[in-house]
Antibody, heavy 121, light 109 residues
């Protein structure tokens, strides 16, 4: 079945970096956009960044203003994986980070189980 | 940026009752409205897209309606497993930006 498994979360100091990974299985990875969405403790959902499924001429990348210039999404179709490089991390980046397939036009399905990122001194 | 406002913030009902959850967009979004369900400690699960199309495996007691700026998720005859937080979500035109409502918590009365 379709499955997404995130890894790479952890505790990091403000200003530090972290690289999240998401490995997909159960579907043709190359055919789909992939996205990162986060959820701060006790809060709602926030879209972070999406990457298109076209890589030969360079993928299209979209990111929320809150992470532009600090976070970079990328993908490796040979490994069925999508990544989120997070630099210049701030305390308010603390959240569970979910990987999701899509957008499939408008929506995301399914989502991974999430990986916790904590930014604290 | 389109803002989605969900109401109520919390809805207290008993199993067997019907639930009506609202999501209002700050600008018309046609029917490009999505609903997710999230249970504690779990990832969100897709329930509904295009405002009224149930995702695979979603029970028929869930229904969605609306277009433009006002949308509703209705759950008929609540089951114990339906008590969760529900989020609406929309996609902006260009560049594609995705925003979520703040969520409605459906709790057992």
């Amino acid at each position: 079945q379709v499955q997404l498994v995130e890894s790479g979360g952890g505790l990091v100091k403000p200003g530090g970096s972290l690289r999240l990974s998401c490995t997909a299985s159960g579907f043709t990875f190359n055919d789909y956009y992939m996205t990162w969405i986060r959820q701060a403790p006790g809060k709602g959902l926030e879209w972070v960044s999406s990457i298109s499924n076209i890589v030969n001429s360079g993928p299209s990348i979209y990111a929320a203003d809150s992470v532009k210039g600090r976070f970079t999404i990328s993908r490796d179709n040979s490994k069925n994986s999508v990544f989120l490089q997070m630099d210049s991390l701030r305390v308010d980046d603390t959240a569970v980070y979910y990987c999701a397939r899509g957008p499939i036009i408008t929506h995301f399905d399914p989502w991974g189980q999430g990986t916790q990122v904590t930014v604290s001194s | 940026e389109i803002v989605l406002t969900q109401s109520p913030a919390t809805l207290s009902l008993s199993p067997g009752e019907s639930a009506t959850l609202s999501c209002r967009a700050s600008q018309p979004i046609s029917t490009y409205l999505v609903w997710y369900q999230q249970k504690p400690g779990q990832a969100p699960r897709l329930l509904m897209y295009d405002a009224s199309t149930r995702a695979t495996g979603v029970p028929a007691r869930f229904s969605g309606s609306g277009s433009g700026t006002d949308f509703t998720l209705t759950i008929d005859s609540l089951e114990p497993e339906d008590f969760a937080v529900y989020y609406c979500q929309q996609r902006g035109n260009w560049p594609p930006l995705f925003t979520f409502g703040q969520g409605t918590k459906l709790e057992v009365k």
